[in-house]
Structure formats: C-alpha cells, structure tokens
C-alpha cells in the first residue's frame, strides 16, 4: 500500500479495522512491523527507553521463533505485541483457510489480541474471520522507511504534515528500513514532543 495516508474509500472497505484512535489528549500510537531483527530492533527498543515510549510491535511468527530472546526483551521492557502472521503473507494472495491457519502459527510464539495484516492486504472475508479473536490494526500514516528511493528527509516532513490526534504510525524494524528508520525516528519522536503529543500502545 504506497499511500501514507489511507483513503476514507480504503477505510470503508475494511470495516471493523483500526485506523485512528482519537482521544482528547493529543496521543501518538508508535508501531513497528516486521520485527524482531537482531541489532535493529534492540536498538529501537534503546531509543524508545531514552525517550521513556512505549510502543506496539507488529511481528513476524517465524522471526520471533528465531530470535525468542529479543521478543522477550520486547515485553519485558513494557512494550506491546501482535500478530503479524507467521510468513509475511499478503492476503489477497491465499484462500481464506491457509491464511488463517497461518496466523495461528504465528500465534504459538505471540500471545497477543492484535493483529495486522502485511502490507495492509487483507481479504474482506479473512478480516471478518480474525475479528473473532483480534482486534485488527491498520493504520492512520505509514511512513515507507523500507522504500530506499525516498530520503529521510521527505519521510520525516511527511510524518510533521500528516501526522495527527490518535495517529496510528507504521515504522519498521527490518533490515530493509535500517537507514531511514534510524535517521528518522529520534527526529520524529523530537517532533512530536515539541507538539506536545503524549505516547500510548494499542
């Protein structure tokens, strides 16, 4: 999904997904997908203890299975997990039953109620099916760090114009985003405090 912002179409298509979550006070949802990545993700986890954040994890079942000890770290320093299926399946590529089953693979090593799917390519069928036991999490701005044709520059002044109350922002902890995700979160965060946002996890 290229757009940053998702349309109000797009929205309506997936209903009973999470996009946005508006409160009264101005509130940030920091997400991070594709995790846990040795070296990557430990150190987001050290930037967002620097800032005292705390942030939801969107991770891969087989990655969490390779790498137990940093999903573990992940918890024990307060921050929150979710399903984010078992391969990095996109659902409009597989029938409803082998999706399914491989979220539940996924949910061996994730104890967790959340859900997003990858890429944000869901199945309308699939989506209702997971609605049952997740509460399913797109996104208010995705920031396209993993994309090495857009500078850190242009993602960072799209987080400061279209961030907003209740924003749910997609980072990712992967190998693929490394150079914009580093060069940009820290700048981010700074941002965002400077506005007088608060921090919470979904």
Known sequence: MLVERPLRLLRAFYKGAIWRIRKKKKTIYLTFDDGPT?????????????????????CIGKNVKNNPAIYKDILSRGHVAGNHTHNHLKGFEWKDEKYIEN????????????????YGRIQPSQLKALRKNYKVILWDLVTRDYNPKLSAKYILFNIKLLSRNGSVVVFHDSKKAEKNLFAVLPKAIKFWQEKGYEFSVL
């Open 103 to 118: 979220v539940a693979e996924a949910a061996k090593h994730i104890k967790s109620n959340l859900f997003r799917p990858p």
């Open 38 to 58: 040795p070296d990557i993700t430990n150190r987001v986890l050290d930037i967002l203890d620097s800032y005292n954040i705390k942030a939801s994890f969107f």
